[in-house]
T-cell receptor, first 114, second 113 residues
Framework: GAVVSQHPSRVICKSGTSVKIECRSL??????MFWYRQFPKKSLMLMAT?????????EQGVEKDKFLINHASLTLSTLTVTSAHPEDSSFYIC??????????FGSGTRLTVV | QQQVKQSPQSLIVQKGGISIINCAYE??????FPWYQQFPGKGPALLIA?????SEKKEGRFTISFNKSAKQFSLHIMDSQPGDSATYFC????????????FGTGTLLAVQP
């Protein structure tokens, strides 16, 4: 089946630094990738949608300058949290949609900003 | 109109029992309704999905019942097992440029041995 690899699974960074999270579709080409944020015991909150080779579309209220998304190829999308602060600590999850349809999720990244 | 309402928020079921989670939607353009299972610290995994042209879909112990006229769909877990203890999310989407999933609020299921 379709597999999405997300790295790192956990990261701790100092306040003010930037962190990059990678999302790779391993055995299919992802025309669209999605980035979510999830708070404890809450649902997934869509942050942005990215299509290969074009700018990401951000959901209302999501700071595009803080959460930089790059979708340079059909198998790789990255989320960079810039100038991270403790309030950015969260569980970030990517999802990839293949041309055939269906959504496959990565295993998530636990970001802790200290 | 973009919301998907999910209930209950939490559910406790005895081993061997039936777990039932319900979702309702407003947007009649939705044409794909998946259910996801999420364990703590992991990403959601697709459990089963249905399209509105069928009223029921069964895969093993998991069944989706779909009521198009009522704009409701539900997940039934038969013979619930402790290993089924997880958070379950319903979702919906429709064909379009972004095809983004709209998630329900989630149901925390605990199956007691």
């Amino acid at each position: 089946g379709a597999v999405v690899s997300q790295h790192p699974s956990r990261v701790i960074c100092k306040s003010g630094t930037s962190v990059k999270i990678e999302c790779r579709s391993l055995d299919f080409q992802a025309t669209t990738m999605f980035w979510y944020r999830q708070f404890p015991k809450k649902s997934l909150m869509l942050m942005a949608t990215s299509n290969e080779g074009s700018k990401a579309t951000y959901e209302q209220g999501v700071e595009k300058d803080k959460f930089l998304i790059n979708h340079a190829s059909l198998t790789l999308s990255t989320l960079t949290v810039t100038s991270a602060h403790p309030e950015d600590s969260s569980f970030y999850i990517c999802s990839a949609r293949a041309t055939s349809g269906g959504y496959t999720f990565g295993s998530g990244t636990r970001l802790t900003v200290v | 109109q973009q919301q998907v309402k999910q209930s209950p928020q939490s559910l406790i079921v005895q081993k061997g029992g039936i777990s039932i989670i319900n979702c309702a939607y407003e947007n009649t353009a939705f044409d794909y309704f998946p259910w996801y299972q999420q364990f703590p610290g992991k990403g959601p995994a697709l459990l089963i999905a249905i399209r509105p042209d069928v009223s029921e879909k069964k895969e093993g112990r998991f069944t989706i019942s779909f009521n198009k006229s009522a704009k409701q769909f539900s997940l039934h877990i038969m013979d619930s097992q402790p290993g089924d203890s997880a958070t379950y999310f319903c979702a919906a989407t429709y064909g379009g440029a972004t095809n983004k999933l709209i998630f329900g609020t989630g149901t925390l299921l605990a199956v007691q041995p």
